[in-house]
């Protein structure tokens, strides 16, 4: 399964960036999509995860401000992301959790979208 990425950049504090991410190859289903981040020298969080057919959860920091969503027809997971501050600033990586055609469950990841959020 692969992954890209796409949609970060630079932006001011209170401004509004949406990333995307599709999945391509060996899929038969998409159980749960998501999308980490990591700042310099700290640790990957979860910023936004979602099931297929379930409610979106959200990390405490993002909650009112950021929106997941998903695209089944095509295999995309989407972050809109608003009000952006200057602890928003991080690498982002969408994650998808897939089952094969053979029944195999893949844990992947995209490659990462840097997200600078200027004060």
């Known amino acids: 399964v692969q992954l890209q990425a796409s949609g970060g950049g630079l932006v001011q504090a209170g401004g509004s960036l949406r990333l995307s991410c599709v999945a391509s190859?060996?899929?038969?289903?998409?159980?749960?999509m998501a999308w980490y981040r990591q700042a310099l020298g700290k640790k990957r969080e979860l910023v936004a995860g979602?099931?297929?057919?379930?409610?979106?959860n959200y990390g405490d920091s993002v909650k009112g401000r950021f929106t997941i969503s998903r695209d089944n027809a095509k295999n995309a997971v989407y972050l809109q992301m608003n009000s952006l501050k200057p602890e928003d600033t991080a690498v982002y990586y969408c994650?998808?959790?897939?089952?094969?055609?053979?029944?195999?469950?893949?844990?992947?990841w995209g490659q990462g979208t840097q997200v600078t959020v200027s004060s």
């Open positions: 190859g060996s899929i038969f289903s998409i159980n749960h």
């Open positions: 994650n998808v959790l897939t089952t094969t055609p053979s029944g195999t469950i893949r844990d992947s």
């Open positions: 979602i099931k297929s057919g379930g409610s979106p």
